[in-house]
């Protein structure tokens, strides 16, 4: 099993929709988790923390589900611009990542 | 604010020549840095990490090699480029404490 999993989707949804998606991990020991978005040919940028009570920032929501060991992430009311690869990370120790392959969202008119 | 840059942005290099990319955090002190690779159409390799000058570790077995000479200075080279090292090569810091990575711009290296 791999240390960190994730849907490569894409996942198509028109705008306004909600969509979600989940993350697993495979150490138990795994303390902080993350979620990144990632734009054709660019950087990753950070998009949010995933705390143990969940997290929510505007449109979007992060929860971590410890018992079960996956993270996810919902994001209500989609518009184009969300449109991305979006990365978990998972932090082993607390420094050490690693990297999903992320999942590709596209939000169509 | 935290600031972090990398250069160049694009090279083309023929095989067997020597790399060096570089990369500078400004804003912070003693960050942790670590090196990535991310071919085309795959996921984030972490290449390698430091949490001090001249502490390198090493997570993928390669013909590259990282070095640190100063607190806020990474810097990732090659003797001898492979056609495979081609991809696009991203440097991150985060806190000492650990917590969240920010990227650089990232540079994409095409070795022909």
């Known amino acids: 099993r791999k240390e960190v999993e994730q849907d490569p989707g894409p996942f198509n949804v028109p705008e306004g929709a909600t969509v979600a998606f989940n993350c697993t991990y495979s150490?138990?020991?795994?303390?902080?988790f993350f979620w990144y978005r990632q734009d054709c040919r660019k950087e990753p940028k950070l998009l949010m923390s995933?705390?143990?009570s969940g997290n929510e920032d505007g449109r979007f929501t992060a929860q971590l589900n410890r018992a079960s060991q996956y993270i996810s992430l919902l994001i209500r009311d989609s518009k184009l611009s969300d449109s991305a690869t979006y990365l978990c990370?998972?932090?082993?120790?607390?420094?050490?990542?690693?990297f999903g392959r992320g999942t590709s969202l596209i939000v169509h008119p | 604010s935290q600031t972090i840059h990398q250069w160049p942005a694009t090279l083309v290099q023929p095989v067997g020549s020597p790399l060096s990319l570089e990369c500078t955090v400004e804003?912070?002190?003693?960050?942790?840095l670590y090196w990535y690779r991310q071919a085309a159409g795959r996921g984030l390799q972490l290449l390698f990490y430091?949490?001090?000058?001249?502490?390198i570790s090493s997570e993928v077995p390669q013909n590259l090699s990282a070095s640190r000479p100063q607190d806020r200075q990474f810097i990732l080279s090659s003797k001898k480029l492979l056609l495979s090292d081609s991809g696009f090569y991203l440097c991150?810091?985060?806190?000492?404490?650990?917590?969240?990575?920010?990227f650089g711009p990232g540079t994409r290296l095409t070795v022909t």
């Open positions: 990370v998972v932090l082993r120790g607390s420094y050490i990542p690693t």
């Open positions: 150490n138990s020991a795994s303390q902080s």
């Open positions: 991150a810091w985060s806190e000492s404490s650990g917590g969240p990575q920010y």
């Open positions: 995933v705390y143990s």
């Open positions: 804003g912070t002190s003693n960050p942790n």
């Open positions: 430091s949490v001090g000058i001249g502490q």
